[in-house]
C-alpha cells in the first residue's frame, strides 16, 4: 500500500473517533441536572398561611314544623303536655264482599311495647272512624285536626288501663256497625272504609307504642295490628270468623308553647321542632382552603328529655340554601354526636357548611333530631344558644388556609 493511502485511512480512523467522543460527551451532558432542576432546589409553590381560631354563634332560632311520622313504631296516649295519636286503616281488598252479612262481633288487637309517662297513671284512648282518605307518608298532626278529618262525637271503641308491662298485647272491641261497612261494597259517595284514629282521653297520662304492619319482620303477623271479625247471614247460620292484619298505620304528636326559654334551642322529635344556628365567617377571604370546621354544642340536662323507645340521642344538621324557606337545603347533611368522655358537649364536624359560606350566601345551618328517634319517640334535645352565659355558647373551631 502506497504511503498516501495509509496516511488517508489514518486521517479517516481520527475523525471517527472524535466523532464518538463527541456523542458521548453530548450524551453525558444531557443526563447531568442543571442548578434549576437539582433535586434540593425550590419548587415554585404558592406560599400559603394555614390559621386558627374559635368563633361563637350570632343568631338562632326554634321553630315548628309537623312532619309525617310513619316510623316502626306507633305512639298513643298523653304524657305532660305531649299528646300522640295513631290511625290503621285495614285493607278493603282482604275483606269478604258481603253485603247482607251482618257482623255479629269484631275487635282490634294491638301489640304495645314499652311506655313513658306517670307509671302509676292510667292509660286510656277512644277510638273513631275517620271520614276522609289519608296516607301513612303523608299524614301530619294538622291533617288530622282539619274539620271533618273523623267523628268526633261517635266513639267506635274504647280502652283503659294501667302502665301494663313493657310488651303486651290487648284486644278492644270495635262498633259492629262501623265494621259491617267495611265489609259492604264501596261505591263512590258511600267508601266509608278510611279506618279509624285512636285518641287519647283527657285523663290518660302515659304514652304507649304499639308495633306497626310490616315490622318487626313479615313471619311475625301475630305483633302487627289485627281485627276480628265474626259475621254472618242475617238469619243466624253459618257464621265465620276470621282475622285479617293487611293494613297501614302510622302516629302523629303534638306539643305547644315548647320553645319557652330564651337561651336554647330546640330539637323535638315526632312534632317536629327544628333550629336554625348563624355563624358570621364574613371575615375568611373568598376562596380561602376550609381544612377543617368543627361545632361544639352544649345540651341542658334540666330540659332535654329521652324515652324508652329509643336509645338515639344524635340529631343532623344541613346547610340552609335559602333565607325564606327552611325546607330548602344541602342534599348532604351531618350527624351531631356526643363527644367522647363528655355528657354534655356535641360535636359536628361542619367543613361542608363553611365551604359553602365562603363561596354563596350564608343562611345557616339547620338542626332537626336524629334520623333514627325523629319518627319513633317524642325524644327533646335542647342546646344553648347564643344567648347563654359565655362558656356556654356554640362555639365552631376554624382551621383555613390563605394565600399570603
Known amino acids: 500500500m502506497s504511503d498516501s493511502k495509509i496516511r488517508g485511512r489514518a486521517l479517516t480512523l481520527a475523525a471517527m473517533a472524535a466523532g464518538t467522543a463527541l456523542v458521548l460527551t453530548i450524551n453525558g451532558c444531557s443526563d447531568e441536572p442543571t442548578a434549576a432542576n437539582a433535586p434540593v432546589a425550590a419548587l415554585p409553590l404558592t406560599n400559603l398561611s394555614v390559621r386558627d381560631t374559635t368563633i361563637v354563634g350570632t343568631g338562632s332560632s326554634t321553630y315548628k314544623q309537623f312532619i309525617a311520622t310513619n316510623g316502626a313504631v306507633n305512639l298513643i296516649g298523653r304524657s305532660g303536655n305531649y299528646t300522640a295519636m295513631a290511625l290503621i286503616q285495614f285493607s278493603t281488598t282482604s275483606f269478604p264482599a258481603r253485603d247482607t252479612a251482618l257482623v255479629f262481633g269484631a275487635s282490634l288487637t294491638l301489640r304495645f311495647e314499652t311506655w313513658f309517662g306517670d307509671s302509676a297513671g292510667q292509660f286510656s284512648f277512644n277510638i273513631y272512624r275517620v271520614s276522609v282518605p289519608w296516607g301513612e307518608s303523608t299524614v301530619t298532626w294538622d291533617t288530622v285536626q282539619s274539620p271533618g278529618f273523623y267523628e268526633q262525637y261517635t266513639v267506635r271503641g274504647s280502652y283503659s288501663a294501667g302502665a301494663g308491662k313493657d310488651t303486651q298485647s290487648v284486644t278492644i272491641p270495635l262498633d259492629t256497625a262501623m265494621v259491617r261497612q267495611w265489609l259492604a261494597t264501596p261505591t263512590s259517595t258511600t267508601n266509608t272504609s278510611y279506618g279509624i284514629l285512636l285518641v287519647p282521653t283527657s285523663g290518660c297520662s302515659i304514652i304507649r307504642g304499639f308495633n306497626e304492619y310490616g315490622y318487626p319482620s313479615t313471619d311475625s303477623t301475630a305483633w302487627f295490628p289485627t281485627v276480628q271479625i265474626i259475621a254472618g247471614s242475617p238469619t243466624g247460620t253459618p257464621r265465620d270468623t276470621a282475622v285479617y292484619s293487611t293494613c297501614f298505620d302510622t302516629w302523629v304528636g303534638n306539643i305547644e308553647n315548647l320553645a319557652t326559654n330564651p337561651q336554647l334551642i330546640y330539637l323535638q322529635s315526632g312534632v317536629d321542632y327544628r333550629s336554625t344556628l348563624l355563624f358570621d365567617v364574613s371575615f375568611i377571604p373568598r376562596g380561602a382552603v376550609i381544612n377543617s ?112
Do not use: C, H
Not at 366 to 395: C, D, H, I, M, Y
Open 293 to 404: 370546621a368543627n361545632l361544639l354544642l352544649t345540651s341542658d340536662p334540666a330540659t332535654t328529655r329521652m324515652n324508652r323507645f329509643v336509645a338515639d340521642s344524635t340529631f343532623q344538621l344541613a346547610t340552609s340554601l335559602s333565607q325564606s324557606d327552611r325546607t330548602v337545603q344541602d342534599v348532604y347533611s351531618v350527624s351531631g354526636t356526643m363527644r367522647g368522655g363528655t355528657l354534655l358537649t356535641y360535636s359536628v364536624d361542619m367543613t361542608r357548611p363553611v365551604q359553602i359560606w365562603n363561596r354563596l350566601p350564608n343562611y345557616g345551618v339547620t338542626l332537626k333530631p336524629g334520623v333514627v328517634s325523629e319518627t319513633v319517640s317524642l325524644q327533646l334535645l335542647t342546646f344553648f344558644n347564643e344567648k347563654a352565659p359565655p362558656a356556654l355558647r356554640p362555639r365552631l373551631k376554624l382551621k383555613y388556609s390563605v394565600v399570603r
